[in-house]
Structures are given as C-alpha cells and as structure tokens.
C-alpha cells in the first residue's frame, strides 16, 4: 500500500495535472523560428520596401497636384459667381509668399486680408503663370489660341479677373472697378497657371474666353508629338 502511494506521488510530481507525457514531448519539440527564417523574411520586406515605396511617393506627389488644381480651380469659379452676384469684377490672386495661397479680393493689386475667400496651396508646391515649359500647346488650342488677329490670348499676369457678367478680364488703368473684357492688344483673355512640384510633376488650372474653369495634369511629356497629338499631354 505504501509502494503504491509513493508510486502515484511520484507520477503527479513528474507530469503535472493536465498534462501528459505525450504533450511534454510535443511542446519540447515546438521551436521558434531560426536565424535563417528570420533573415529571409527581413529580406523579402526589405524587397517589398523598395518597390512600394518609390510607388507611395509618385501617387503621394500626384495627389498633391491633383488636390492643388481642383482646389484652385474651385476658388477660380467662386471668383466667378462673386463677380456676378455683387455685379463687380471680382480678382483671383496668387501669392507664392509664406503663405503660398490663392485668394479673391475686389482688387487685384491688393493684399490678402481677413474674409478674402482663400485656398491654401502646399508649401511643397509653387505656381506660375504661363510660361515655355512645361509645354502647353494642347492647353492653348483647347483655350482656342492660334495668334491670328481676333483669338483669345493667354495672359502671363497672376491675377485673373471676372466681370459682372462672369466672364474674364484684366483690369483697367482707370482702377479695379472697371475690368476689360479685352486686353491692351485688343484680344479676348483667356488665363493658365501652373503648379509644379519641383520634380517634373505639373498641374494646369485654365480659364477660357467663355469664363470656364478646368484644371488639368500632365501625364506625358517629350520631344515629338504624342499620343495626344502634341508634344506634351494633359489630362
């Protein structure tokens, strides 16, 4: 009687309540994962890394531009309506100051001041009125440019004006209340900025003689003309 007892102390001593000899076994022969697995799966992340990663910054660019074109083009069509809705010309105006925003006033010439309606471009970002490059033949035919005598002329100037009427202007001499529907040579304005971001990456924002607001990315660029049948594609 006594042999038996010590016997079955000596059994609960060595595998403990729940546990049987056979789940010992397995769980000494359970293991982690060896150095060798790790390095392997640090070295596919590290692959991983470096293809998404110039992936994550192109589309965190593109959406930068994108963002930047439609919020200015929106601000351009609420010139617009203030222009018709006070019966006054009303100016959109851009300041690539430390601000770096776009912003609507009475007066084109004036400062930027508490109330203005205003969009904030990123700092990143830096916009210009027309110029050589990035090409934009495409944009200057949808605008209806030919530089015959009679047909819109893009103006280089970083105020756009809209009159009572809603269409674009650029002011007269005689002060901001009065804005031209033609400029100093006679011809229809019609306006295009641009956004880059320093990198190749641009963003148009076009206003055409009829007073339409459009913005535009380039997609393509080159030396001969293009799918888009010009040297340079926006879409």
């Known amino acids: 009687m006594t042999d038996k007892m010590a016997h079955d102390r000596s059994i609960s001593f060595s595998h403990p309540a729940g546990r049987t000899p056979g789940a010992e076994q397995r769980l000494l022969a359970t293991k982690g994962f060896s150095l060798v697995e790790l390095l392997v799966a640090l070295g596919i992340l590290v692959v991983i890394s470096a293809i998404a990663i110039p992936n994550i910054t192109r589309l965190s660019a593109i959406y930068r531009l994108d963002s930047a074109g439609h919020t200015v083009a929106s601000l351009l069509q609420e010139a617009r309506l203030q222009a018709v809705r006070t019966n006054a010309p009303a100016y959109a105006v851009f300041n690539n100051g430390a601000a770096n925003m ?92 641009f956004i880059g971001d320093g990198n190749g990456g641009w963003e148009a924002v076009t206003v055409s003689a009829a007073g339409r607001t459009k913005s535009w990315r380039l997609t393509q660029q080159g030396n001969g003309n293009l799918s888009c049948g010009y040297q340079a594609c926006w879409q």
């Open 102 to 193: 776009v912003f609507v006033n009475s007066d084109g010439s004036a400062n930027y001041v508490n109330g203005n309606p205003e969009v904030a471009v990123n700092p990143s970002l830096t916009m210009t009125p027309v110029q050589p490059s990035p090409n934009h033949d495409q944009l200057d035919a949808y605008l209806g440019v030919t530089g015959a005598g009679g047909s819109p002329k893009v103006q280089t100037n970083q105020v756009i004006g809209f009159n009572a009427r809603g269409l674009p202007c650029v002011a007269a001499n005689a002060g901001p209340s009065v804005c031209n529907q033609q400029d100093s040579t006679g011809a229809l304005p019609v306006f295009e900025w």
